[in-house]
């Protein structure tokens, strides 16, 4: 893969390089901490990895987190897994989250958008009385610190405001979103043992309702450690019996106490995609996510109370949690809950157009649908405050790149970001004073010791290695829920190569100190010694217009042999030919490598995704090894099942 000085797509202007508050931060740094004045984000990088326990110092004074009790030291423990980060100090997640209220009362701190796409404000004032309000309800409830509290809700004001209320009484916040069946949500929510659930009646997507109350019937039976139900009408239907009403919770005119727990409390529980067994419950600290999140929305995304920022997500997926954090940076948060393609597929520029998103985030895969669908983002909404657009979820292809930079506007600052529900944080991606590359992330982030590593242990430049991490990041896991002895946390992450983060992607770091990410490590396609990532493969197979979505799987045979087929979803009318064939594998063969041509392109009625829409490649690799359906996968971590069953027929036909 040659990645030799190419041009970039776009730079930064001098000005835009001098106001970001990343050049700001270097400043201070520089005279309070010794950090380099000069060289820029290069230089400051190598300081923030090489003087850790200063940076992160830097960060929490610069930021003025409010510590109740000050902390001993920055690294108590810097050894992975078990790092431990300012013992002593005790804090309060949501306080610093509500901050803005004291100063922007009467401003929105929440933009709610339904599919009607007409915004709707909550004032930072607002929210804060609400968030008191819960929180003292919870405290009469019996929710102690340490408690969990759950909720299956939409991306909605309402979410926001039980998250907070909660982190403020020390409580432990999980959510799922009310697209998920009962199976997957008790596959979450049994681990964790909740003593209150939040649930809607329904939800609205796609123009149409969805009435969700007998799951939460199903939610109710199967959770026997829940002392109350709090239920959110957002059909309009009155409470099932014996169930709370939120507006009765949420109605007093009270200032939220906050409890100042230890740095390594837990803030929350997210979840792995469960693909292959019971999802894991990763559970991420107060602290830890406070700083990071601090460092990656405040410096990264140059995020401060001018800006507004929406990111497509829903509850069930780590992006919500980032969302929420960009209150901690004072910044208009937007919410939308609803599908990303109604009326039309232009939806979520819509929403950014009506919200005046200063940062729109969205994934690669809505990015490229555009592309596909002819959408005009530059000609049919005005998006003159939107700053940057940030994708993840997948690697963002390079004709993404070119789309956005020609569709949306030149001067638009591209970033594809790549991080993991593992640290809900970013490993690499934006930088506001960098130029950005065609396909490529712009740097690892701030504090983090990004390198790809080969099957040695030995650092690789402008070659595909293992994504690994070579210091503790404060929002890395703390434990798993009922993992007692950490075996499943350590096997996890740091099986490989011991007191080294192991994340399971290929990436190339290049000379430039960029990053491409190649997709997940464990899907690898190694055809005769030469490795590539999946996402390659689809970046080159998708540009085809009758190509909507397609699955490569490498699966290694009893005799010795690798099988690699293509499974592809055509576009409506088009028609797995001889001709369309050939184009396939002309396409891969002139474009990627000719080691890599399919040996069998499969046209399927569709491509099966997680829960959270990633691609599911390692459980369709099982079943094609002849692993059954229930061993090769976690069926309520499903979006289609019947998809896999396709696949599990077509490995039965083989056998």
């Not at 790092?83 to 997640?93: C, D, K, V």
């Not at 109710?220 to 450690?225: A, F, G, H, M």
Request: with cysteine; net charge negative.
């Amino acid at each position: 893969m040659s990645t030799a000085n190419p041009q970039p797509l776009w730079q930064p202007d001098p000005q835009r390089i001098a106001q970001a508050r990343i050049t700001r931060f270097q400043s201070w740094a520089a005279e309070h901490h010794q950090a380099p004045a000069d060289g820029g984000y290069p230089a400051l990088h190598r300081w923030s990895v090489d003087h850790l326990d200063t940076f992160w110092k830097a960060v929490t004074e610069y930021f003025d987190v409010r510590f109740s009790t000050p902390y001993a030291r920055v690294l108590g423990d810097r050894a992975m897994p078990g790092a431990e980060w300012f013992p002593g100090a005790r804090l309060n997640y949501a306080e610093h989250a509500l901050r803005a209220a004291a100063t922007r009362a009467d401003e929105p701190a929440l933009l709610y958008v339904d599919e009607t796409h007409e915004p709707r404000p909550v004032t930072w004032a607002e929210l804060r009385r609400q968030v008191g309000s819960l929180a003292a309800e919870l405290r009469a409830l019996g929710v102690r610190p340490g408690d969990s509290v759950s909720g299956y809700l939409p991306n909605v004001p309402q979410a926001v405001v039980a998250l907070l209320a909660t982190a403020a009484v020390g409580a432990v916040w999980t959510s799922c979103a009310p697209d998920f069946g009962a199976r997957s949500v008790l596959d979450r929510f049994q681990q964790v043992e909740p003593v209150v659930l939040f649930t809607v009646d329904g939800y609205r997507y796609g123009g149409k309702e969805h009435d969700r109350r007998e799951t939460v019937a199903e939610l109710r039976r199967d959770l026997p450690t829940l002392r109350a139900v709090v239920h959110i009408p957002l059909l309009g239907t009155p409470a099932p019996e014996g169930a709370l009403e939120w507006s009765a919770l949420t109605s007093a005119d009270a200032q939220p106490e906050f409890e100042q727990v230890p740095f390594d409390h837990p803030l929350w529980v997210l979840y792995s995609s469960g693909t292959t067994g019971l999802p894991k419950a990763i559970v991420q600290s107060q602290g830890g996510i406070l700083v990071e999140h601090l460092k990656q929305l405040g410096l990264h995304c140059d995020l401060g109370p001018e800006d507004r920022f929406f990111w497509y997500t829903s509850t069930g997926w780590m992006m919500w949690n980032f969302l929420v954090s960009g209150l901690l940076t004072g910044t208009t948060i937007v919410l939308y809950d609803g599908s990303p393609g109604y009326p039309d597929t232009g939806a979520q520029w819509r929403v950014a157009e009506r919200t005046g998103a200063t940062l729109y985030g969205t994934s690669a895969a809505y990015v490229m649908a555009c592309r596909k669908a002819g959408v005009h983002p530059s000609r049919d909404y005005d998006l003159s405050r939107v700053k940057c657009v940030a994708t993840t979820g997948s690697p963002l292809p390079p004709d993404g790149f070119r789309w956005l930079h020609d569709a949306v506007r030149d001067d638009l600052w591209i970033a594809s970001v790549s991080g993991g529900t593992d640290v809900c944080s970013c490993f690499a991606g934006a930088v506001p004073t960098l130029p950005v590359y065609t396909g490529e992330l712009q740097a690892p982030g701030l504090g983090t010791d990004l390198q790809a590593w080969d099957p040695a242990g030995h650092p690789v430049i402008d070659e595909v290695g293992e994504l690994v991490v070579t210091n503790p990041m404060p929002s890395m896991p703390i434990r798993f829920w009922n993992d007692p002895d950490g075996s499943r946390y350590h096997e996890s992450y740091f099986d490989t190569y011991p007191g080294v983060w192991r994340h399971g992607d290929w990436i190339t770091v290049t000379a430039r100190d960029t990053v491409i990410i190649h997709g997940r490590s464990d899907s690898t396609l190694n055809r005769q010694g030469v490795r590539m990532g999946s996402a390659d493969i689809y970046e080159v197979v998708e540009r085809l217009p009758e190509i909507k979505e397609s699955l490569v799987i490498g699966v290694e045979q009893p005799d010795g042999g690798y099988w690699m087929p293509l499974f592809v979803h055509l576009a409506p009318g088009a028609v797995l030919d001889e001709a369309l064939l050939n184009r396939i594998k002309q396409a891969i063969r002139e474009q990627l490598s000719p080691r890599h041509v399919p040996d069998e392109v499969i046209e399927v009625p569709g491509v099966p995704h997680t829960l959270t829409g990633k691609r599911i490649e390692v459980p369709v690799k099982r079943l094609l090894q002849g692993a059954p359906l229930e061993k090769a996968v976690n069926p309520g971590s499903i979006d289609n099942l019947d998809l896999l069953i396709h696949f599990e027929d077509l490995a039965r036909k083989r056998a």
